[in-house]
């Protein structure tokens, strides 16, 4: 994790393309002389006027226009009283923060009562719709190209589908060209000619598109007298199979998605119980302060944050050596000062770390405030991936997923090719022949619990992007960490990656028929009659290392 | 007269049983015969707050029975102690009657909240009186029973098992905070009026409630004594110590923890059942795996496999925190954090082994 790791070099990237687009955006361009005239026109009062003015600004193709004619729709557009100025006002609940609507330059806030509105007719507002995804349309971006073709086949008239269909022609985005075909052919839907209709029906089959969905389902829906909506049978037989079909491939794509909520879960739960294996599986304590382990780290994540405002992306990508860092010291400190006075004594370590990590809770509570903080998100990590119209995962639990895998080949590294990693194996096989062998023990010990403890730090990192951040985090994960580690059988890492992923999956199967907490309490209770069928869990320790 | 010659034998045993008896006895008798504003009459606070102790040190000995003697660290035993609060909870909610808020005969007032029409089957019964005490020994005792049958029987010892205690009281609080489940959800049950037909908020009942808990923390008292002091209890100590061994011997080691586990589960029943009255509330919170923490540091505290450390490890604690509380409320995760540490890692035995190591150094 040094300073040039290229995550953060693509953050940073990343973050100054968006300056230099801030900048772009803001930059005076020189205004033809049509358009100002046009946006002078609009202040005029009278109605007719306006939608002159609005007409002649329909033909004027670019990104600024663009954005007037959207603050006019979105009523967002004003005239200050004082100098007649057209500018564009974002509500910030006090006032209006202003920007000119010509330049673009920021012009500060103002009271509510300093501005005029611009007042529209429905009629108006109608027109302005189409004419922004006319000018959407063909904007560069593909992305708000395929957002106007999915506006424009909600509302579609023959002047939209003629669009539609002369764009087809040229469209060279994919996704764009298949919303226009999928926008055409719902169109088609309503044809008088049920040849077309069958067309229609037969080519929405393979598209997953809501829209599609709902008309198809519309079809078969008698009114109120009783009468199909669609007269003739062998179309809504049709519409009957290309609905089977799509809904097919719905519940294919809501069992995905619940797979995905499960594995985003599972990565939170072997996150979290991962450290936890370590120091219980190698070393045989049980570390109750774990859970306030993993809370340090999303307090460091939350205390970076608090000193780089400026600059969220990267301040997470920071706190994760700093948060592996803060968390091994403190299970350095609780290793050396309280636990190894205790080997050999498991119940009595299970107390004095429960009473560390009240301890640990009541710091912060004091030092924080007992109240939940909220840690940013940064931008590449919020948002989702909008697969298609009805799967779509979201993208700090995709990372948090990434992220979990990685840290768990990364552990298996440590433990395999380092030399402490095989030092640590050596303790955790056979303690008295180890040290015999000349191996350090105490030393062993002390480094195998800060690695542990670092690691709930980093989990305490990917914890703070998806649950507030408070003195109670740890104590939320704690009882499921452990059940994760026990489940998976102790003193074994590929135990705990499958029993993480498994409990986290069957937890949301189950949580649509039985809601949330229901779906936890059989979780629970199946991991307690589990452990009663195979009392060291899904991969036990063979050997003589299972004896101790 | 075994049970009292039992008791006697040992000084500090003999001791604590004077001062229990005694406060059992005095505290109710003054305020029974003294007018309310004699010196020696106690507050309605003092008095309830004392018998909330009393319930406490009958928790901790329930708890202190299965670890300190039978060696099962049990991290859930606040569960059976919240259960048994239930089932005392169940029966007052059922006698408030038509004075609820919305004054329904029949349900209470939650479930006319939650639009229920009729009673769950789970609750029928609880008007009576002698029903709803059977269930608080037979509820935590049918769930301790389960639970350990199965534990034990797969021989699940150690931290696994305190584990899994954590996890069933943890569940149990889930549970118990959904509304469907039928108790109140997280409000819990309270607002209670009568128990037996006398008001519960008045002194004398209060002052009853509390001979009530003294009489039944020293009967419990007695009771864990002789069993300690039977085969079965010598058995017990036995598993604590060697458990292979004694299995190797050809005991049944899991029925005798069995036995002595569910025996405390409604131990800790009775505990709970007798601490809802006096502070007039149960809700889900008594699940929480800190509170069944909070036991252990009591046992911990007073110096386990003694019983009487445990009554004097409940006072303690429980006491110095309604001070400490008070005077700094932010300071008490801190000492109760700190007083595990120190007990685990410097005083194993607790006040009753620094005073008998006190005592050993005097006569030396």
């Known amino acids: 994790m040094t300073l040039f790791n290229p995550t953060r070099c693509q953050a940073l990237l990343a973050l100054l393309m968006l300056v230099f687009s801030l900048a772009a955006h803001s930059d005076p361009q020189p205004a033809p002389q049509p358009w100002l005239d046009a946006l002078d026109t609009l202040k005029q009062g009278s109605m007719p006027e306006r939608e002159k003015a609005i007409m002649q600004l329909a033909d004027i193709k670019d990104a600024h226009n663009l954005a007037i004619l959207q603050a006019l729709l979105d009523s967002k557009l004003f005239i200050t009283k004082t100098d007649a100025r057209l500018v564009i006002g974002t509500d910030n609940h006090q006032g209006f923060d202003l920007s000119d609507a010509v330049s673009g330059a920021s012009l500060g806030a103002v009271g509510h009562d300093a501005l005029t509105k611009i007042n529209l007719t429905n009629k108006m507002r109608g027109t302005l719709r189409k004419i922004i995804g006319e000018l959407e349309l063909s904007a560069d971006d593909p992305k708000v190209r395929l957002a106007a073709v999915k506006a424009m086949a909600k509302e579609a008239d023959e002047k939209a589908i003629s669009l539609l269909r002369e764009r087809a022609g040229q469209e060279q985005d994919e996704a764009v060209r298949e919303a226009i075909k999928v926008a055409l052919l719902l169109q088609d839907m309503d044809s008088e000619d049920k040849a077309v209709r069958i067309m229609a029906i037969e080519g929405l089959k393979a598209y997953d598109s809501q829209e599609a969905a709902n008309r198809l389902n519309a079809m078969l829906e008698k009114d109120e007298n009783g009468e199909y909506s669609e007269p003739d049978a062998d179309v809504r037989n049709l519409a009957k199979a290309s609905l089977t079909n799509i809904n097919n491939r719905l519940q294919l794509y809501g069992s995905i998605e619940t797979i995905f909520f499960g594995l985003s879960l599972g990565a939170v739960l072997v996150l979290s119980a991962i450290g936890l294996a370590i120091t219980f599986g190698v070393m045989g304590v049980i570390n109750m302060a774990h859970g306030e382990l993993m809370m340090l780290g999303a307090y460091t994540t939350y205390v970076i944050q608090q000193l780089m405002p400026n600059y969220l992306g990267v301040s997470v990508i920071i706190a994760i050596p700093a948060a592996f860092v803060i968390s091994a010291l403190a299970g350095i400190a609780i290793e050396r000062g309280i636990i190894r006075f205790l080997y050999g004594r498991p119940l009595e370590t299970l107390l004095a770390t429960f009473g560390v990590s009240l301890i640990l809770q009541q710091s912060v509570r004091s030092i924080f405030s007992p109240l939940n903080r909220s840690v940013a998100t940064p931008e590449w990590m919020s948002g989702s991936w909008q697969i298609n119209d009805f799967l779509s995962l979201t993208w700090n639990r995709f990372y948090i997923l990434v992220f979990c895998l990685l840290v768990f080949v990364l552990l298996l590294q440590i433990l395999k090719r380092t030399s402490l990693g095989l030092e640590v194996r050596a303790v955790a096989q056979n303690r008295k022949m180890a040290k015999a062998m000349g191996i350090p023990t105490a030393r062993v010990d002390a480094m195998t619990f800060g690695l542990g403890s670092g690691i709930a730090g980093v989990a305490g990192v990917a914890l703070s992007q998806i649950t507030n951040v408070g003195p109670n985090l740890g104590q939320a994960y704690i009882v499921d960490s452990f059940m994760v580690v026990v489940f998976g059988g102790v003193g074994n890492l590929l135990g705990t990656l499958v029993a993480g992923f498994s409990l986290g999956i069957a937890n949301k199967f189950l949580e649509p028929f039985a809601g949330a907490v229901l779906a936890k309490i059989l979780v629970l209770v199946f991991i307690i009659l589990f452990i009663q069928k195979r009392p060291r869990g899904l991969f036990p320790q063979k050997g003589r290392a299972a004896d101790s | ?364």
């Open chain 2, 1 to 364: 007269m075994k049970l009292l010659t039992l008791a006697t034998q040992d000084k500090t045993c003999a001791t604590v049983l004077m001062v229990l008896a005694a406060v059992t006895f005095i505290i109710p008798l003054c305020n029974l015969l003294t007018p309310a504003d004699s010196p020696l009459h106690f507050s309605a606070y003092t008095v309830s707050l004392v018998g909330k102790y009393l319930t406490f040190a009958l928790l901790g000995m329930s708890l202190d029975l299965v670890w300190g003697y039978c060696g099962i660290l049990a991290l859930g035993h606040g569960a059976f102690f919240a259960l048994g609060g239930y089932a005392m909870g169940m029966y007052l909610m059922r006698q408030i009657g038509t004075r609820g808020v919305y004054g329904d005969p029949l349900l209470p007032d939650f479930m006319v909240f939650l639009n229920w029409k009729e009673l769950p089957w789970y609750w029928f019964g609880f008007d009576n009186f002698g029903f709803a005490m059977l269930m608080v020994v037979l509820a935590p005792g049918a769930l301790a029973f389960v639970f350990g049958w199965l534990a034990f029987r797969s021989r699940v010892t150690g931290v696994y098992l305190s584990i899994i205690t954590q996890a069933l009281t943890y569940a149990l609080l889930l549970a118990f905070f959904r509304n469907e489940m039928g108790f109140g959800g997280n409000n819990g049950l309270t607002d209670f009026k009568d128990i037996l037909g006398f008001n519960i908020q008045s002194e004398n009942v209060r002052s009853v409630l509390f001979f009530l808990s003294g009489l039944a923390l020293i009967i419990a008292f007695l009771l864990c004594r002789w069993i300690t002091n039977t085969k079965l209890g010598r058995v017990v100590t036995a598993i604590r110590d060697q458990e292979s061994r004694v299995r190797f011997l050809g005991y049944r080691v899991e029925m005798f923890k069995l036995w002595i586990f569910v025996f405390a589960a409604m131990l800790a029943g009775v505990a709970g059942a007798l601490y809802v009255p006096q502070v007039g509330i149960i809700n889900p919170s008594e699940f929480t795996p800190l509170n069944s923490l909070e036991i252990v540091v009591w046992v911990a505290m007073g110096g386990r496999g003694t019983l009487y450390g445990a009554i004097i490890g409940a006072v303690v604690v429980n006491f110095s925190k309604t001070v400490l509380t008070g005077l700094m409320p932010d300071a008490w995760l801190f000492i109760l954090g700190g007083l595990f540490v120190v007990i685990t890692v410097l005083l194993p035995d607790g006040i009753v082994g620094l005073m008998r190591r006190n005592i050993r150094s005097k006569q030396a």
